[in-house]
């Protein structure tokens, strides 16, 4: 099964004292690393600053490796008109997600992939995205 992996989901996965720490190990423990994980380039910057200002750069050094040697990192830089169709969607969200969750729904949509490990419940009003939590 195809998943996107949200930073709320790794971010909790990696610091031990998240809120969502607990759940994301559980989410771990039913095996969730099986199935073909993705993520985008917004997403990497995202969990590598929150993990290196949170905790330390050997965390979020190690936390890089472990997801380049382990996800498929779509990058969409170069993908034409990805930030215009990212601002329809934000536009039509009316700021209920953040433009970097709108690029994830945009990634997933030009991806086919529909499953989003996620705490974040704004996207439970994605159509055609089941939230995984």
Do not use: Q, W
């Not at 031990?16 to 690393?33: G, H, V, Y």
């Not at 965390?59 to 170069?78: E, F, G, M, P, Q």
């Amino acid at each position: 099964m195809k998943i996107f992996l949200d930073s709320s989901f790794l971010i909790a996965y990696v610091i031990e004292t998240d809120e969502n720490n607990k759940l994301a190990l559980k989410l771990e423990n039913e095996n969730i690393f099986d199935n073909e994980c993705y993520i985008n380039n917004l997403i990497l910057n995202e969990i590598v600053t929150v993990i290196g200002n949170k905790t330390s750069l050997d965390l979020a050094v190690n936390t890089y490796n472990a997801i380049k040697d382990n996800c498929n990192i779509i990058n969409d830089y170069n993908k034409p008109n990805f930030n215009d169709n990212v601002m329809k969607i934000y536009k039509k969200n009316n700021t209920k997600l953040s433009f970097t969750d709108c690029a994830i729904i945009e990634t997933m949509n030009e991806n086919n992939i529909n499953n989003l490990v996620s705490f974040d419940k704004y996207f439970d009003r994605v159509l055609g995205i089941k939230r995984i939590h």
